[in-house]
């Protein structure tokens, strides 16, 4: 079973454009403020975690990533990588590009901002559907990790907003 959402959204970013680029680039500090990751792991180009899911009845889950960052001209990219030998994980996209906007009214600066999109695809896997109860605990899974994943990208922006603003 594979679920699957996204979020795009823009942030102001409180410092330079330079500043800024290198908090996108940097994913230990970008990430550090969601609470919906466990175990943040970046060795090189590659980050590891965890999402967090609660599932109905099995309790809270935790669905493993592993992404390649990669560095852009204006920001930086998260391209999912297969995770083999497990039973549920997810796969996480992500872009970040730095924008310097229109000047502000207020002391003519100029002003920084972020857009982000995220993609998270969730590939869960589930004993085979047998009957009523096997497929009524199917769609309760379904709707769970669907719900949990809606209220990560819901999250997503406020977790990168503080640790923007964390430096």
């Given at each position: 079973m594979i679920i699957e959402a996204g979020r795009h959204f823009t942030l102001?970013?409180?410092g330079s454009?330079?500043?800024t680029l290198a908090f996108?680039?940097?994913?230990a500090r970008a990430l550090s403020r969601l609470h919906f990751l466990r175990g943040l792991n970046v060795q090189?180009?590659?980050v590891r975690g965890e999402l967090?899911?609660?599932l109905p009845v099995l309790g809270e889950a935790d669905l493993p990533f592993l992404c390649?960052?990669?560095h852009t001209p204006d920001g930086a990219t998260?391209?999912?990588q297969p995770i083999d030998g497990e039973r549920a994980w997810v796969e996480v996209t992500g872009q970040a590009q730095v924008m310097e906007g229109a000047q502000a009214a207020q002391g003519g600066e100029t002003r920084v901002e972020v857009a982000f999109n995220f993609l998270f695809r969730a590939h869960l896997a589930t004993p085979d559907a047998q009957g009523w109860g096997g497929a009524a605990f199917e769609k309760m899974v379904r709707a769970a990790a669907g719900r949990t994943l809606e209220r990560v990208t819901q999250e997503l922006p406020e977790g990168l907003r503080e640790a923007l603003e964390a430096g």
């Open positions: 102001h970013a409180p454009p330079e500043d996108v680039r940097d994913p090189g180009n590659q967090l899911v609660p390649i960052l990669a998260l391209t999912p």
